[in-house]
């Protein structure tokens, strides 16, 4: 449960980034797009994270949900891993430019999300 709560502070620290210099998020997430690394951590910590969730589910307030969103974190890398680098790539640099003016709203529900993650966490 601990990791899950981790995981919600790493997504809190993002959200106030978000939330703070959207610009600066967007013009991250082009950056890192950009690295050769990118396709690969992003399938393998959605798999890893979501194999956490589903095995601590049980420990956490809401272990249904947390179950489900274990789930979908696993079934976003499987799919990942049948996307082309460069598609997964071409769509981090569409969303960076589409949704810019949208970060800032994004990182509030992102905030609520990870601070609802940690309480989960540390209440179960």
Known sequence: M???????????VLSL????KPESWANGIVEF??????HPFEIISRFGFGIIFVLFA????YPK??????????????????TPP???RQFALW????????????????????????YAA???
């Open 2 to 12: 601990y990791i899950i709560a981790f995981f919600g502070f790493l997504m809190v």
């Open 33 to 38: 797009s950009e690295k050769p690394y990118f």
């Open 58 to 61: 049980g420990k956490t307030l």
């Open 95 to 118: 969303s960076a430019h589409k949704f810019r003016n949208k970060f800032r709203l994004m990182g509030f529900f992102s905030l609520a999300f990870g601070t609802f993650l940690i």
């Open 65 to 82: 949900l947390i179950t489900i969103i274990g789930y979908l974190l696993l079934a976003v890398s499987i799919g990942l891993l049948f």
């Open 17 to 20: 980034l978000m939330i703070i």
């Open 122 to 124: 540390m209440r179960g």
């Open 86 to 88: 460069a598609k997964h």
